[in-house]
């Protein structure tokens, strides 16, 4: 169930909304942009929407019971404790608030591939969601970051969805790059192939690198699957980060993390 949380006075003093779809996304895909904020005065709310304990009533599948032994807890309630307890170290690590809106990762809402298309089901689930979110904005009328979406994962394009609405709402929208979805070999130019015109911008994240690698450390269950084998990163995730990082400027010595919006 969604986590219920009263508005305290210091949410309405938020400058911007940082909204990732799991536990990790803002850390791996934007960390060192969201760092540079801070380090400006910046006061930044990160939103983890699906975040939910699914309990022992629902049945798991094969993925959700693999990624269950990856991450080192098979019991679901408690596994999701313990990624509820990274995104509070990233939080703190980045300087940031960390809200939990509670929802049940696609893991657990009947999805056994993540490229799979949203089920019909999950628009008013999304509609719940873009309501708390646009609550959440409209406490501080500053800028929302959401995911661009890489990858085609359910959660991660209902997510992204949510940004019509939000620009509708008069929000300054911004997209972050999936990572580490966005160096798999054509999946950004597939995305951006089916968007309207899309505007890129560069942030150098240099000095702040670190605090984007440090806020990823503490994703340790999620750094167990992404660096197996046959996991995304090809040896240490760090090294992964500022390859990247380094390409995108293409300037030696200088790392830079992208973001788009619509034209």
Not at 45 to 71: C, D, K, Q, Y
Not at 98 to 116: I, N
Not at 166 to 194: K, W
Request: glycine share 8%; charged share 25%.
């Amino acid at each position: 169930m969604p986590v219920t949380m009263p508005v305290a006075d210091e949410e309405r003093h938020w400058d911007g909304l940082l909204v990732q779809p799991h536990p990790d996304d803002i850390a791996l895909s934007c960390g060192g942009r969201v760092a540079r904020r801070v380090a400006n005065g910046e006061r930044l709310v990160m939103v983890t929407v699906f975040s939910g304990s699914p309990g022992n009533a629902v049945a798991l599948t094969e993925i959700a019971r693999r990624l269950h032994v990856i991450w080192g807890e098979v019991d679901p309630d408690r596994a999701w404790a313990m990624r509820r307890a990274e995104d509070a170290e990233a939080a703190r690590l980045l300087g940031v608030t960390a809200k939990s809106l509670g929802h049940l990762d696609a893991l657990y809402r009947g999805y056994c591939t993540l490229g799979a298309e949203l089920h019909p089901e999950d628009r008013a689930l999304q509609a719940a969601i873009a309501e708390s979110i646009i609550d959440d904005w409209r406490l501080t009328r500053g800028p929302v970051d959401l995911p661009l979406a890489i990858g085609r994962h359910p959660d991660h394009r209902l997510v992204f969805e949510i940004g019509a609405r939000l620009a509708g709402e008069g929000a300054a929208v911004t997209f972050y790059e999936d990572f580490p979805y966005v160096m798999i070999e054509g999946e950004l130019e597939r995305r951006l192939a089916e968007l309207p015109p899309m505007i890129a911008e560069l942030t150098d994240v240099t000095d702040v690198l670190d605090a984007r690698v440090r806020a990823i450390s503490a994703y340790s269950s999620q750094l167990r699957s992404l660096s197996r084998a046959d996991g995304m990163f090809r040896g240490p995730y760090d090294e992964s980060v500022r390859r990247h990082a380094a390409r995108l400027g293409g300037e030696a010595g200088r790392y830079y993390e992208r973001t788009w919006r619509l034209a």
